[in-house]
């Protein structure tokens, strides 16, 4: 029974790209939860700023949400296709669609959960602070400045200083941070907008073959009926197309009498 079921789900996902489209996201979603989960480990129990590990992992996970709700978009996409063209996808019954709408709304809700954790106050105040924590425990030395170091600082106004230019490098750092964090999200919203461009323009294109097939065909009918119509003209010794028109239409009537009187 077993062999069976695994032969008629490989045999479903030959037939429709839908099935591995969605065991490959779920896979993706389920990466993502696990990293997600060690990233709130390491959160937790290390200073962010110093391990190198937990930066690395913080990088990824957010490319890896991105391209993962990008690629649900896209399920979601031919979900919506589906519903609006039922009559085309026939072989798709309702509880199927139905399934296949909750797993993609299931799985983007997933995703937006981990991204509003990436991205939410208490994972950057964290963040924030571990890396201010980070920059007062690294010795200052101001000796190229001609200045003398945190350690050589006397008395109670040395120490001031020192704790003052150590918050304004963490702060300078933090700036840094803020803005190559800004800059890489600028660059994944231009991304997007290059792609979204690209479709409309696909899309654009497509329609643009459309209409030439259309007026190819128009012009193919136009023909078509110009000659039947000079046939028809030549058969009934007249050019007047109003006359001709008029003698269709009054056969059309006289071929529905016929039938009327021979049925009714």
Same mark, same amino acid.
């Given at each position: 029974?077993?062999?069976?079921?695994?032969?008629?789900?490989?045999?479903?996902?030959?037939?429709?790209?839908?099935?591995?489209?969605?065991?490959?996201?779920?896979?993706?979603?389920?990466?993502?939860?696990?990293?997600?989960?060690?990233?709130?480990?390491?959160?937790?129990?290390?200073? &962010? %700023?110093?391990?190198? !590990?937990?930066?690395?992992?913080? @990088?990824?996970?957010?490319?890896?949400? /991105?391209?993962?709700? #990008? +690629?649900?978009?896209?399920?979601?996409?031919?979900?919506?296709?589906?519903?609006?063209?039922?009559?085309?996808?026939?072989?798709?019954?309702?509880?199927?669609?139905?399934?296949?709408?909750?797993?993609?709304?299931?799985?983007?809700?997933?995703?937006?959960?981990?991204?509003?954790?990436?991205?939410?106050?208490?994972?950057?105040?964290?963040?924030?602070?571990?890396?201010?924590?980070?920059?007062?425990?690294?010795?200052?030395?101001?000796?190229?400045?001609?200045?003398? &170091? %945190?350690?050589?600082? !006397?008395?109670?106004?040395?120490? @001031?200083?020192?704790?003052?230019?150590? /918050?304004?490098?963490? #702060? +300078?750092?933090?700036?840094?941070?803020?803005?190559?964090?800004?800059?890489?999200?600028?660059?994944?919203?231009?991304?997007?907008?290059?792609?979204?461009?690209?479709?409309?323009?696909?899309?654009?294109?497509?329609?643009?073959?459309?209409?030439?097939?259309?007026?190819?065909?128009?012009?193919?009918?136009?023909?078509?009926?110009?000659?039947?119509?000079?046939?028809?003209?030549?058969?009934?010794?007249?050019?007047?197309?109003?006359?001709?028109?008029?003698?269709?239409?009054?056969?059309?009537?006289?071929?529905?009498?016929?039938?009327?009187?021979?049925?009714?």
């Amino acid at each position: 029974m077993y062999c069976c079921v695994v032969l008629w789900i490989i045999e479903m996902a030959a037939q429709d790209p839908f099935f591995a489209a969605r065991e490959e996201l779920r896979g993706k979603a389920d990466y993502i939860h696990a990293r997600h989960e060690k990233l709130l480990r390491l959160l937790k129990a290390t200073n &962010t %700023a110093s391990d190198p !590990g937990f930066k690395a992992l913080y @990088a990824c996970l957010y490319r890896d949400v /991105e391209a993962a709700d #990008r +690629q649900c978009n896209e399920l979601e996409k031919v979900v919506a296709l589906v519903e609006n063209h039922r009559q085309r996808f026939r072989h798709i019954d309702n509880n199927e669609l139905a399934e296949r709408r909750a797993f993609v709304t299931r799985t983007k809700q997933s995703l937006v959960k981990v991204w509003n954790n990436l991205k939410s106050d208490h994972v950057k105040g964290k963040m924030s602070n571990d890396e201010r924590d980070f920059q007062r425990s690294r010795p200052y030395d101001g000796s190229a400045m001609g200045h003398p &170091t %945190a350690a050589g600082r !006397g008395g109670v106004g040395g120490g @001031a200083n020192g704790a003052f230019i150590d /918050e304004q490098r963490s #702060r +300078q750092h933090l700036m840094l941070q803020e803005q190559d964090q800004g800059l890489e999200e600028l660059g994944t919203a231009v991304d997007r907008v290059g792609r979204m461009a690209d479709a409309m323009n696909q899309e654009l294109n497509a329609q643009n073959r459309m209409l030439g097939d259309l007026e190819v065909e128009v012009e193919n009918t136009n023909e078509q009926m110009n000659f039947v119509m000079g046939r028809l003209s030549k058969l009934l010794k007249t050019k007047d197309k109003y006359q001709l028109w008029l003698i269709i239409f009054l056969t059309v009537v006289l071929i529905v009498l016929i039938i009327l009187t021979i049925y009714v």
